[in-house]
């Protein structure tokens, strides 16, 4: 008995020991919130692609964003406090946000295989899309924005406007509020497929975008001419190019992945087999 009193005793006397040992803000560790640790590789994750000016003080700003570090600490702890942790809504959450996050880190895994790309290629994009570069232009325009009506099918009844005016009767008489305006489109910012549609309307005959949940319809009435220096059009061709390689890598790899992958549905969300063999006969004729 008298063996077994010791041992109890020495481990309450090593429970006091380690419960009055306090953490203490040093080395790695800048700053603690209740028992909860900020390190440095936190704030300079805080600070990760942030710009800042050289007339900004380091020091003074790096406090700064530690404060900020600080109260968003205090208020995880509140919502932990109160339990929102364990809520559905914040598991589902959570899980986007890791999903989201490994995708993000594994398309830059990506990005450092794929190398930029060489002369031949460069030159060749930019021949094959001359409107984003030697033939570049500011589409000056007469533009209408109107609402879009509830049921998109009602836009059907506006194809047979080949002129701005006929197009607003047109949107008069769906009852949809519109607005009369001038525009600039730069070619060399839209996909050159669309610009050679619209290149190809006879003079005067509108074309409609989609636009932040609105259309706006537009009719060319001027054009100028700003081509691109051949030093930055070769830049920014070299991106391209290589964000078209990024963009079809990831694509092989999730092809890849969906070969021998084992997906269950739920009876009535399974794909649409007739939609899935015209895409596919598509990208074969293509």
Do not use: W
């Amino acid at each position: 008995m008298k063996v077994k009193a010791a041992l109890l005793g020495g481990a309450m006397a090593a429970a006091l020991l380690v419960s009055g040992c306090h953490k203490e803000p040093k080395g790695q560790i800048l700053a603690i919130v209740n028992g909860e640790e900020i390190s440095l590789q936190e704030l300079n994750a805080e600070l990760q692609g942030t710009r800042i000016p050289d007339s900004v003080d380091r020091d003074k700003l790096r406090k700064q964003v530690l404060q900020r570090l600080i109260d968003r600490k205090l208020i995880v702890q509140k919502a932990r406090e109160q339990g929102l942790d364990k809520t559905p809504e914040y598991v589902t959450q959570q899980r986007r946000l890791e999903e989201n996050l490994l995708v993000t880190m594994l398309g830059q895994k990506i990005a450092s295989t794929v190398p930029m790309p060489d002369d031949r290629d460069i030159t060749q994009y930019i021949a094959d899309n001359p409107t984003q570069f030697a033939s570049r232009q500011r589409l000056l325009l007469d533009q209408i924005q109107f609402a879009a009506p509830k049921d998109p099918k009602q836009l059907l009844t506006l194809r047979d406007a080949h002129t701005l005016e006929a197009l607003a009767t047109g949107i008069q008489k769906l009852g949809l509020g519109m607005s009369r305006g001038k525009g600039v489109i730069d070619t060399g910012r839209l996909d050159p497929a669309l610009v050679k549609v619209i290149n190809q309307l006879p003079p005067g005959e509108p074309f409609v975008l989609p636009s932040n949940g609105q259309y706006v319809a537009s009719v060319i009435v001027g054009r100028d001419a700003t081509p691109t220096p051949t030093p930055i059009a070769r830049q920014a061709a070299a991106e391209m190019v290589r964000r078209k390689e990024l963009v079809a890598e990831s694509k092989a790899q999730v092809a890849r992945a969906r070969t021998s992958a084992e997906i269950q549905y739920q009876p009535g969300y399974e794909p649409d087999k007739s939609a899935i063999k015209a895409s596919q006969a598509k990208k074969a004729a293509k």
